[in-house]
């Protein structure tokens, strides 16, 4: 990764979390507007520690380098791809028939007791790979918590109460994936890496991949090459915040393209987190987001029966 960050705005999640009130503040209208104008941000200062994150990229790496018989025994019939392993060219973006030049990995929730423990299917665990699944658990947890200083910053934002998320997100729905897409081998037919989409979730929490490629689509239609500085996550909004805003917050539209010729022979891996509510969280929009001047643009819905709508569209639910 280069030393800063291009494309998009950045913010030092420090200054929410330090304690002082006029940062904190300052910190808010930064994330709020860059969210609202252009519905990215690289974050510094997460806390999400980088060791950890370099030992679950090797891990990935190595898992995704065993044979196709052996990671397929981690993919799991009737579960849409929301735990374990997801095989190459099974997803596609929901406007494209083609499907991505990817594979995946997905690892939940795991909830010890309580009302939620039965709610989630257990994570996949791969005997060849011990260390995948502990790795990938920690790497969760500590998204998981940068995730929810984000979303009270957000809240302050939309002058809800602070921990207006946090009843939604304790114990939600989220997922870690690893994503690998291979070096490319012969002219693709018509598909990229990853077909330009917006995500599903509340927010993402995007370390940073090892090649370049991201490109958001600004308000002109122009895509726009994204490169996080070392040490930043990239975070964008998810359509579920976009609803809950009635738009006013930008789920944008995004991709991944797929390298020069030359460049080929290079894979990619990149670990986004996708933070999700509960299922039965209310997506109904915001009243004070309802304005005349932005009237209402979408139907109530819960975020369950919106997770389900989409991940029939993008393939992986039948």
Known sequence: MSAITTGIP???????????????QE???????????????????HGVPQDLIDKFYVSANQFFALPVATKMKAQIPGLAGQRGYT???????????????????????????GEMKDVYPPNVAVAEQPDFADLGQALFRSFENAGKYLLQAIAIY?????????????????ILRAIHYPPITKEPSSAIRAEQHEDIDLITLLV?????????????????PIKAG???IV?????????????????????VVNPPRERWHEPRLSI???????????????????????????????AGEYLDERLREIGLKK
């Not at 950045?10 to 904190?24: E, H, P, R």
């Not at 738009?247 to 991709?255: A, E, I, M």
Request: net charge negative; glycine share 8%; proline share 3%.
């Open 10 to 24: 950045s913010v030092d999640l420090s200054k929410f979390t330090s304690g002082n009130a006029d940062l904190k």
């Open 27 to 45: 910190f808010v209208q930064e994330i709020g507007k860059a969210f609202h104008e252009v519905g990215f941000v690289a974050v510094t200062n």
């Open 87 to 113: 095989a190459f060219g099974t997803e596609h973006a929901k406007q494209s028939q083609v499907a991505d030049l990817k594979e995946f990995f997905q690892i939940g929730q795991e909830v010890a007791e």
């Open 158 to 174: 939309l002058d809800l109460d602070e921990n207006y998320f946090d009843q939604y997100v304790n114990e939600g729905n989220s």
């Open 208 to 224: 940073g991949a090892s090649a370049d490629g991201l490109e958001l689509q600004d308000e002109s239609g122009t895509w726009v």
């Open 230 to 232: 070392v040490g930043a």
């Open 235 to 255: 975070i964008n909004v998810g359509d579920m915040l976009q609803r809950l805003t009635n738009n006013y917050l930008k789920s944008t539209t995004h991709r």
């Open 272 to 302: 986004p987190f996708f933070l999700h509510p509960r299922a039965a969280m209310d997506l109904t929009c915001l009243e004070k987001c309802v304005t005349e001047d932005n009237p209402l643009a979408f139907a109530p819905i819960t």
